[in-house]
């Protein structure tokens, strides 16, 4: 209804304007399940900045679901400008299962092409009744965690690679003492939802579990919007660098003519004003002044990165998710 | 019943050709496109995918807890057609549209209402946790989700039979001294077989292939809860679309093989008590 609204507006507005030339783009951006909001805000910022310079209107419109899910969409077809994905993993598949991109699609923007960053925490019982505070805690027996299957959930796959860098950093810790830690952790898992909202859901609605392992944005928003007076967010003391990407979709926005706006899409992420959004939605900005100003949001935590830990996705997925791998091997498999 | 003369409407060419064209866009090319593709596969490799102990296991719930729903639904299917057509009460009408339910409900709302239901804190679960009883997030879950989705097929299979049903032949049986077990064993079953099994196989093939409604009460772990169709998910987003159409495959010929059963054991239902 409101885009609706917001459409006839801008025609209304285009018809009475004096200005000839001005031509309407409109852009598909595909992103997975928690950037609803963030870019709901963020269509609405470039819009006006575009229009500002250089007259035209650009009208942005989403798709939101699993991060896999829509890699899959996109490489069967959907005409999607641009991909803003949970995981560097998926938007390879559009390199390398898809050839829609080239293979060196993340050196095209900075930071890795992640204009904004996230990590893991944990999200518990108002006071924190089970006492947990690191990821030590988790295995505790009686502790129930809920947390998304990683062979179906690109946010999953985060959780478990911290728990698993957790226990790697301890004394002695080693990739046997790790994958039995995260064996261990697995154990106290009841329930492996298909998705991160569906494990939300089942924590925060259903009631179960001591704890969720979720992503910040995700647990500050649970917070805000279901009161702080049921929930309390715990960082421990390590968790993983989230770096959920970007890229435009080569294929399409040069068959559609729509490359430099896709690309002044994304380049506009990176802007303080695209910072003071990202921000705003509980993602950590990238922008040092930016994250500066919202330093206090952000609890402070050591935090590891997939490339330095993990040797990059390409190697993480191989060793732990694919079939055979160690999430198979602590089911017993 | 075998009709060989010329029938009244001619045009059997035309129809059958329809026929043949409209079969092969809707069912047959989307299926053996999965065929094809599961061969890039090789032989030894499908094996290995399809063998695997928890590709195993969750064929054997999907089938499993589909086939018991599929038998619950007969049974209460049968009794619910059965008190809908022969009895007049009020709220019939109503009770009769909610038989439609499940039909109409996206499966994912049902499957987040059932779990709602009988997770350890809901209404449900809550009482028969003290029995011991745990339905969500076991496999009993799987089952409940299944009778739910299933129910109406029998009973919307059964109505129009029962309802042809001539009362007369009852009162024949009856006034021929057949007791009341009787006239239902000999009389009104042999009857609604072939219907009941329709229903049966078409709430059973429902069962098979559900998505949407089971992952949310199924608990997802593997060897345990995990039903064959979120494995399909599984090989998907690992971009190992081979391996999926793998266990697609071998749901298809399960289901076929059952239904193929089915089907035979209706025309000897059908050949034996020739229902009309």
């Given at each position: 209804?409101?885009?609706?609204?917001?459409?006839?507006?801008?025609?209304?507005?285009?018809?009475?304007?004096?200005?000839?030339?001005?031509?309407?783009?409109?852009?598909?951006?595909?992103?997975?399940?928690?950037?609803?909001?963030?870019?709901?805000?963020?269509?609405?910022?470039?819009?006006?900045?575009?229009?500002?310079?250089?007259?035209?209107?650009?009208?942005?419109?989403?798709?939101?679901?699993?991060?896999?899910?829509?890699?899959?969409?996109?490489?069967?077809?959907?005409?999607?400008?641009?991909?803003?994905?949970?995981?560097?993993?998926?938007?390879?598949?559009?390199?390398?299962?898809?050839?829609?991109?080239?293979?060196?699609?993340?050196?095209?923007?900075?930071?890795?092409?992640?204009?904004?960053?996230?990590?893991?925490?944990?999200?518990?019982?108002?006071?924190?009744?089970?006492?947990?505070?690191?990821?030590?805690?988790?295995?505790?027996?009686?502790?129930?965690?809920?947390?998304?299957?990683?062979?179906?959930?690109?946010?999953?796959?985060?959780?478990?690679?911290?728990?698993?860098?957790?226990?790697?950093?301890?004394?002695?810790?080693?990739?046997?003492?790790?994958?039995?830690?995260?064996?261990?952790?697995?154990?106290?898992?009841?329930?492996?939802?298909?998705?991160?909202?569906?494990?939300?859901?089942?924590?925060?609605?259903?009631?179960?579990?001591?704890?969720?392992?979720?992503?910040?944005?995700?647990?500050?928003?649970?917070?805000?919007?279901?009161?702080?007076?049921?929930?309390?967010?715990?960082?421990?003391?390590?968790?993983?660098?989230?770096?959920?990407?970007?890229?435009i979709v080569d294929t399409v926005v040069d068959k559609r003519g729509t490359r430099r706006v896709a690309e002044e899409y994304l380049k506009y992420?990176?802007?303080?004003?695209?910072?003071?959004?990202?921000?705003?939605?509980?993602?950590?900005?990238?922008?040092?002044?930016?994250?500066?100003?919202?330093?206090?949001?952000?609890?402070?935590?050591?935090?590891?990165?997939?490339?330095?830990?993990?040797?990059?996705?390409?190697?993480?997925?191989?060793?732990?998710?694919?079939?055979?791998?160690?999430?198979?091997?602590?089911?017993?498999? | 019943?075998?009709?060989?003369?010329?029938?009244?409407?001619?045009?059997?060419?035309?129809?059958?050709?329809?026929?043949?064209?409209?079969?092969?866009?809707?069912?047959?090319?989307?299926?053996?496109?999965?065929?094809?593709?599961?061969?890039?596969?090789?032989?030894?490799?499908?094996?290995?995918?399809?063998?695997?102990?928890?590709?195993?296991?969750?064929?054997?719930?999907?089938?499993?807890?589909?086939?018991?729903?599929?038998?619950?639904?007969?049974?209460?299917?049968?009794?619910?057609?059965?008190?809908?057509?022969?009895?007049?009460?009020?709220?019939?009408?109503?009770?009769?549209?909610?038989?439609?339910?499940?039909?109409?409900?996206?499966?994912?709302?049902?499957?987040?209402?059932?779990?709602?239901?009988?997770?350890?804190?809901?209404?449900?679960?809550?009482?028969?946790?003290?029995?011991?009883?745990?339905?969500?997030?076991?496999?009993?879950?799987?089952?409940?989700?299944?009778?739910?989705?299933?129910?109406?097929?029998?009973?919307?299979?059964?109505?129009?039979?029962?309802?042809?049903?001539?009362?007369?032949?009852?009162?024949?049986?009856?006034?021929?001294?057949?007791?009341?077990?009787?006239?239902?064993?000999?009389?009104?079953?042999?009857?609604?077989?072939?219907?009941?099994?329709?229903?049966?196989?078409?709430?059973?093939?429902?069962?098979?292939?559900?998505?949407?409604?089971?992952?949310?009460?199924?608990?997802?772990?593997?060897?345990?809860?995990?039903?064959?169709?979120?494995?399909?998910?599984?090989?998907?987003?690992?971009?190992?679309?081979?391996?999926?159409?793998?266990?697609?495959?071998?749901?298809?010929?399960?289901?076929?093989?059952?239904?193929?059963?089915?089907?035979?054991?209706?025309?000897?239902?059908?050949?034996?008590?020739?229902?009309?």
């Open positions: 209804m409101r885009a609706a609204a917001v459409c006839l507006a801008l025609w209304v507005g285009l018809a009475l304007s004096p200005a000839l030339h001005a031509a309407t783009i409109t852009l598909l951006n595909v992103s997975y399940d928690p950037t609803r909001e963030l870019y709901d805000d963020y269509n609405k910022a470039f819009a006006a900045y575009w229009k500002a310079k250089t007259g035209d209107t650009v009208i942005v419109n989403q798709s939101h679901g699993g991060s896999g899910k829509q890699a899959r969409s996109v490489i069967d077809g959907l005409q999607a400008d641009v991909v803003t994905l949970a995981l560097a993993y998926d938007i390879d598949a559009l390199s390398t299962q898809g050839k829609l991109i080239p293979a060196n699609w993340q050196t095209r923007l900075p930071d890795n092409s992640t204009p904004y960053t996230s990590t893991i925490v944990f999200l518990v019982r108002k006071g924190n009744p089970k006492k947990i505070h690191d990821w030590g805690d988790l295995v505790r027996p009686g502790i129930e965690v809920i947390t998304p299957s990683p062979k179906t959930s690109g946010g999953a796959r985060w959780n478990y690679l911290a728990a698993w860098a957790w226990a790697l950093k301890q004394p002695g810790g080693s990739a046997a003492t790790a994958e039995a830690f995260v064996k261990k952790l697995y154990m106290n898992v009841p329930i492996l939802d298909a998705g991160a909202r569906g494990a939300t859901v089942t924590f925060v609605e259903r009631g179960i579990g001591d704890v969720l392992l979720a992503w910040e944005n995700e647990a500050f928003l649970a917070v805000k919007e279901l009161g702080p007076d049921k929930f309390d967010i715990v960082a421990p003391s390590l968790s993983i660098l989230a770096e959920p990407p970007v890229s992420l990176y802007s303080p004003a695209g910072q003071e959004i990202v921000a705003k939605h509980f993602y950590r900005p990238r922008d040092p002044e930016v994250a500066a100003r919202y330093a206090k949001q952000f609890p402070t935590l050591t935090l590891v990165t997939i490339d330095n830990t993990f040797g990059g996705w390409a190697k993480a997925q191989a060793a732990h998710f694919a079939d055979g791998g160690s999430f198979d091997r602590i089911y017993g498999q | 019943m075998a009709n060989s003369r010329t029938p009244l409407i001619p045009g059997f060419g035309l129809t059958l050709g329809y026929t043949m064209v409209y079969l092969s866009l809707v069912v047959l090319i989307p299926l053996s496109a999965t065929f094809i593709r599961s061969f890039d596969l090789g032989v030894g490799h499908f094996w290995t995918v399809v063998t695997a102990p928890r590709v195993v296991a969750s064929l054997r719930l999907s089938f499993g807890a589909a086939w018991l729903a599929a038998c619950v639904n007969a049974l209460f299917g049968l009794i619910i057609a059965w008190v809908l057509v022969r009895y007049s009460f009020p709220g019939r009408r109503l009770i009769d549209a909610m038989v439609d339910l499940p039909f109409a409900l996206p499966t994912a709302v049902a499957g987040i209402a059932l779990t709602a239901l009988y997770t350890p804190n809901g209404w449900l679960g809550r009482l028969l946790l003290p029995l011991g009883i745990r339905v969500a997030f076991k496999p009993l879950g799987v089952v409940v989700a299944l009778i739910f989705i299933g129910l109406p097929f029998v009973v919307r299979t059964l109505q129009p039979v029962l309802e042809e049903l001539d009362q007369d032949v009852e009162q024949a049986a009856a006034t021929l001294g057949a007791s009341e077990w009787q006239t239902f064993s000999r009389v009104i079953l042999p009857a609604l077989w072939p219907a009941l099994l329709t229903g049966f196989a078409l709430a059973f093939a429902r069962a098979v292939g559900e998505y949407g409604s089971v992952i949310f009460i199924a608990g997802n772990m593997p060897m345990r809860s995990e039903i064959a169709p979120l494995l399909i998910i599984t090989k998907l987003e690992q971009y190992d679309y081979a391996g999926a159409t793998a266990i697609a495959v071998v749901m298809l010929v399960l289901s076929f093989a059952l239904m193929l059963g089915i089907n035979a054991l209706q025309g000897w239902a059908f050949g034996r008590h020739g229902a009309r």
